[in-house]
């Protein structure tokens, strides 16, 4: 049995000097999703429709930077991490570098001779900055680990992700009037200009400033858990940890391959047709959910228990999918976007606080560098293997661009429902099998 014994605080606000390190996490957080969202929600409609790649080519961009993240968090960051019990270090420079990085790589994309080139370097060059970069994601969940106690971590992540919201929500909104430069641009000028590669380094400079606040971390952050477990209890946990990364593969892929996407599909001129304004409204209903839900999150975590609260999340993401699919008028979208976003947060919290429970203290740079491939792979991979091919076999084949596009949604249902089962399945008969306690 995994057992944890009474904190030495209250887990939401433990200080740091004079600051609750609450807010030092929080404000990196709010600024690394106002990048997230102000970068990244555009630069998939630019790829396609202003470098003219194909479908499958655009999900490049989600991938291949994605593999060397996860590739850098498992094998470099990951291990330097356990072996030197440094987090705030690896936050730190991760974001200085990937913002230097970042300007280089618009620099390099227009010296290209064609679109396409230009299209290709932006998706190498930022392959090759998420290898510093990922030095950020890997210190960043072990941090949340160490300085907060398993009981809390379900609230704490979904407070994190409310906070989150708030910085994605500005983040949409100024990039949408910066992709076609106020209206008085063209379609894709806030990337070719730089304005939108400036701001996102200039969002990721000043996230520094809180993280110089917060703790090391690492096993020196004495007091917070304690864990209990011999060596059987211990295999048994990883047995169930497996099972438990197959299950976030399944619901993470399915319900994340079409985001690369899900833009394009907005945008074409035979479906709902939006400009980057209507988009960014679109993207904001997501991260309306995200603040809502990220206040709600600890209370549904702490009443139904963390692996159930995953069972909760996928069924709002099977919902967000089957409204894509069937949508014939925009409001439809507007509905399926508020559950992705409420899908997203009770999935983010309930899943991060379940492998944290599940996971030795001593292994989380390692370990967690597992459960957030599940995650960042499942933006591009699936994408790239699933959601494009989807698109371009069928429209290849004679379909119409929307029947094609939501041929792709047909396929992430199918994911998230495999997922869903296996969850079912772990919280329902494999855990109380074993008899381990894991959060929930």
């Known amino acids: 049995m995994i057992r944890t014994s009474k904190p030495d605080t209250d887990g939401l606000l433990p200080r740091n000097g004079r600051m609750p390190v609450f807010i030092g996490v929080g404000a990196f957080q709010g600024l690394a999703m106002f990048r997230r969202g102000l970068f990244y929600a555009y630069?998939?409609?630019?790829?396609?429709?202003?470098?003219e790649l194909s479908v499958t080519e655009t999900t490049l961009f989600a991938t291949l930077p994605m593999l060397l993240n996860i590739a850098s968090q498992t094998f470099i960051w990951g291990r330097i991490s356990d072996s030197r019990q440094i987090r705030r270090t690896l936050i730190l420079w991760g974001e200085l570098a990937g913002g230097f990085g970042t300007i280089l790589v618009w620099w390099a994309h227009l010296q290209a001779d064609t679109p396409a080139m230009a299209g290709y370097i932006i998706i190498i060059g930022l392959a090759l900055v998420e290898i510093v970069w990922s030095m950020s994601n890997i210190g960043w969940s072990a941090l949340i680990s160490d300085l907060y106690p398993q009981r809390r971590r379900n609230e704490v992540m979904g407070l994190l992700t409310s906070v989150g919201g708030i910085g994605r929500f500005g983040g949409i909104w100024i990039g949408g009037l910066l992709y076609d430069?106020?209206?008085?641009?063209?379609?894709g000028w806030g990337f070719e200009s730089g304005a939108l590669f400036f701001v996102s380094v200039a969002a990721m400079l000043l996230s520094m400033i809180p993280v110089f606040y917060l703790p090391e971390g690492g096993l020196q952050q004495k007091g917070r858990v304690e864990i209990s477990c011999d060596a059987a209890c211990a295999k048994t946990s990883l047995r169930l940890y497996l099972v438990f990364l197959l299950a976030m593969t399944f619901i993470n892929f399915g319900r994340n391959c079409?985001?690369?996407?899900?833009?394009?599909?907005?945008?074409?001129?035979?479906?709902?047709?939006?400009s980057s304004r209507v988009l960014s409204y679109i993207f904001n209903m997501e991260s309306l959910a995200i603040i809502l839900f990220g206040l709600l999150a600890g209370k549904i975590g702490n009443f139904l228990g963390n692996g159930r609260t995953v069972c909760l999340g996928a069924i709002a993401a099977l919902i967000y999918l089957i409204f894509f699919i069937i949508a014939a008028e925009l409001w439809m979208i507007y509905v399926a976007a508020f559950f992705r976003g409420a899908a997203e947060v009770i999935i983010l919290a309930s899943s991060y606080a379940m492998a944290s429970f599940l996971i030795p203290p001593q292994q989380r740079g390692r370990l967690f560098g597992y459960?957030?491939?599940?995650?960042f792979l499942s933006w591009g991979v699936a994408g790239t293997l699933i959601a494009g091919p989807v698109v371009d076999l069928m429209q290849m084949a004679g379909a119409a661009d929307i029947v094609a596009y939501k041929g792709a949604y047909v396929s992430a249902l199918i994911l998230t429902s495999i997922g869903l089962a296996i969850q079912v399945f772990l919280v329902f008969v494999l855990i109380p099998r074993a008899g381990v306690d894991t959060g929930g």
Do not use: E, P
Not at 43 to 50: A, D, F, K, P, T
Not at 181 to 187: A, H, I, L, P, V
């Open 43 to 51: 630069l998939s409609i630019y790829l396609r429709y202003h470098l």
């Open 181 to 187: 430069g106020f209206g008085m641009r063209y379609d």
């Open 258 to 274: 079409v985001m690369v996407i899900q833009s394009q599909y907005l945008f074409l001129d035979t479906g709902f047709n939006v």
């Open 371 to 375: 459960f957030n491939a599940t995650l």
